[in-house]
């Protein structure tokens, strides 16, 4: 009972942080058009926030009232704070094609079905299309492919709204252009980034390798791995003739919790991979790394993202590991191309 409750309470408080962004979103777009408004002003159509279900409009319009009654300094100060957090989340012109649809179909199964609907129906179709499978969304499935025979109708809702719900929806998101300092495995797709990822893996258990000096030693932490990556991983040795002893340490000392909490072939070596790209990551800013997040599925980033935070709480040679990693990132782009 009390984790029903809790969840319901959760859910509540997500539907109302959802409309209350919409509603601040509105609410500036529509200060702009509007000159000399002072900062404690909130210009709110709600006749046509209709358009987003009687429901929303209802919560909408009982939050603009709460707001009507503040005393101006708190109206100036709710204004400011809305407007920082929406710089902060930055307002992104448009989604970029390489975001991972479990991520789009992530921020849309919270959402309420009107706006929902605003915006699957202006996803790109290709996007909107694999956002569908991944939601097992019938509806929206059906929509696509009338879209793609140019018979479907438009969803009629005004200009505003139609920019304020847009809005919210892509601050979840990076594009490309929004960052601050671009890396070759930035411009990576989803599937490149995996790989990349994967390598990563294979070059960090070929330094962890470099330090285990009697063949017969080297020989049985290889056969730990399946055969593709054991001889991937042989190759890559080559690369590392000279590696330098504390560098190896520093493999070493990344891998061996993750070596410890699994024998399986693949695991190590994508979280090998996974490790050393958190640590590269936790130097770069949020939206930096939102960018990189963002393609890769839900329960990849979330994991990903952990790491970078705990890269982040423990310092170290990140700055190092970023470097080698940008380095390495150039080369496997060109090697890609």
């Not at 942080?17 to 601040?24: F, G, N, Q, S, Y």
């Not at 603009?64 to 407007?83: N, V």
Request: glycine share 6%; with cysteine.
């Amino acid at each position: 009972m009390r984790n029903s409750e809790s969840a319901n309470s959760q859910e509540e408080r997500q539907s109302a942080e959802r409309i209350e962004t919409i509603l601040a979103v509105h609410a500036l777009l529509a200060r702009n058009g509007e000159k000399g408004a002072a900062d404690d002003e909130m210009f709110v159509d709600l006749a046509m926030m209709s358009g987003l279900g009687a429901d929303i409009a209802s919560k909408a319009a009982a939050k603009a009232r709460a707001f009507q009654g503040l005393d101006s300094r708190q109206r100036a100060m709710w204004m400011a704070a809305w407007r920082e957090r929406l710089r902060n989340r930055g307002l992104t012109k448009r989604l970029d094609p390489s975001v991972h649809p479990e991520q789009i179909a992530q921020i849309l199964k919270d959402e309420p079905r009107a706006i929902r609907r605003i915006i699957e129906s202006n996803l790109p179709d290709e996007i909107a299309e694999k956002v569908a499978i991944v939601l097992q969304s019938n509806s929206l499935y059906s929509f696509v492919k009338k879209a793609q025979k140019g018979s479907h109708d438009a969803i009629n809702v005004d200009e505003r709204l139609l920019s304020a719900v847009r809005l919210k929806f892509l601050s979840n998101f990076t594009a490309f252009e929004d960052l601050h300092a671009p890396t070759s495995y930035d411009r990576f797709k989803t599937r490149d980034l995996g790989n990349f990822i994967w390598q990563l893996g294979i070059r960090e258990i070929a330094i962890v390798s470099r330090g285990i000096k009697k063949k017969e030693q080297l020989a049985g932490f290889l056969n730990q791995f399946n055969e593709s990556a054991a001889k991937a991983i042989a190759r890559a040795m080559a690369d590392f003739s000279d590696i330098g002893l504390e560098r190896v340490k520093q493999s070493e000392n990344r891998l061996k919790e993750l070596f410890r909490s699994t024998t399986d072939s693949d695991e190590r070596v994508r979280g090998s991979g996974m490790a050393i790209f958190a640590e590269a990551m936790s130097v770069r800013p949020g939206r930096d790394c939102r960018f990189s997040l963002q393609k890769l599925p839900v329960e990849v980033a979330n994991d990903l993202e952990n790491l970078i935070s705990r890269c982040r709480a423990e310092g170290g040679a990140a700055q190092g590991v970023a470097r080698e990693v940008r380095l390495f990132s150039d080369y496997f782009a060109g090697v890609e191309k």
